[in-house]
């Protein structure tokens, strides 16, 4: 069975760019979460995705937004990028928001902006 | 406000027994997950406690109280591997989302 996958792996943008992340959950997982890991610091949880609808997202400005398609794969666009954005993004996947305890993440895209 | 607190670093030695502490603050709880995340990767899951009680994994075991606030996670017979970060993660009240703490390094030492 196929993990999380997330591309690209790197990415490096200038400040005022967009940018867009890309996730795909493991097959048979209906939600999809978005969490942003600055050096060295814990997960932030961006946005969570079910079903196709946006059901909560984090203290992030509304320059951070997504989708999630009906093949239940995800994206993440962050606009005006400031170099604060500069971090790890991480895309998470679970059977369904009722196995959310449960997530399996994948390897992230680094962001650097500069 | 939510906020869960955990030590930042713990160091112990290989064969060692090590309890990571977790103390949460959140307007509503439905469970206390653990994952493990090693450097540079992705955070994997470890366990998982909905009630009261101790809950074994193999070396690992986790421990949730929901009257006083806290859990821990605890490892036993570590090796060289479990070098890690660990970060506690309290499903809240709305329960599609997972609040992490910041998360507590730890170094097992030969």
């Known amino acids: 069975e196929a993990g999380v996958t997330q591309s690209p792996t790197h990415l490096i943008k200038t400040r005022g760019q967009q940018v867009t992340l890309r996730c795909s959950p493991i097959s048979g997982h209906t939600s999809v979460y978005w969490y942003q890991q600055a050096l060295g610091l814990g997960l932030q949880f961006l946005l969570w995705y079910d079903e196709g609808e946006e059901r909560n997202r984090g203290n992030f400005p509304p320059r951070f937004s997504g989708r999630q398609f009906p093949n239940y794969s995800s994206e993440l666009n962050v606009n005006a990028l400031e170099l604060e954005d500069s971090a790890l993004y991480l895309c998470?996947?679970?059977?369904?928001?009722?196995?959310?305890?449960?997530?399996?993440f994948g390897p992230g895209t680094r962001l650097t902006v500069t | 406000g939510q906020s869960l607190e955990q030590p930042s670093e713990v160091t112990a030695v290989e064969g060692a027994i090590v309890q990571i502490n977790c103390t949460y603050q959140t307007s509503g709880f439905y469970g206390l997950s653990w994952y493990q995340q090693h450097d540079g990767g992705a955070p994997t899951f470890l366990s998982y406690n909905a009630l009261d009680g101790l809950e074994e994994t193999g070396r690992f075991s986790s421990f949730l109280s929901r009257s006083d606030s806290y859990g821990y996670l605890l490892l036993q017979e570590l090796q060289m591997k479990d070098s890690a970060s660990y970060f506690c993660?309290?499903?809240?009240?709305?329960?599609?989302?997972?609040?992490f703490g910041q998360g507590t390094e730890l170094s097992v030492k030969p």
């Open positions: 993660a309290v499903r809240d009240s709305n329960k599609g989302k997972l609040i």
């Open positions: 998470a996947s679970s059977k369904r928001w009722g196995s959310s305890y449960e997530q399996y």
